[in-house]
């Protein structure tokens, strides 16, 4: 997929609508493309990290009610990833 164009001129002018955006996009000067604008991943909300942390915490509570490590896991994971291959 190739990032859409801009001028110079239409980043400037719109550069807040692109800052927000996750598009990367390809900066042109007459006509020739000068440079690229990659967005960097932007950082979760801290609606979404508080959610995380809350699983995180659930899931540590059920596996120490269940007296199964998190070692454990690791290695059913691997089992199972083997078996798969």
Not at 59 to 74: C, K
């Amino acid at each position: 997929m190739n990032p859409q164009t801009v001028s110079t001129r239409e980043f400037r002018a719109d550069l807040a609508k692109y800052l927000e955006s996750q598009e990367p996009l390809a900066i042109s000067k007459h006509g020739r493309t000068i440079g690229y604008y990659i967005p960097a991943q932007q950082p979760l909300e801290a609606q979404e990290l508080d959610a995380l942390k809350r699983a995180t915490q659930r899931l540590q509570t059920m596996l120490a009610e269940r007296g199964i490590s998190e070692d454990a896991v690791i290695e059913e994971f691997k089992r199972a990833k083997k078996q798969r291959l």
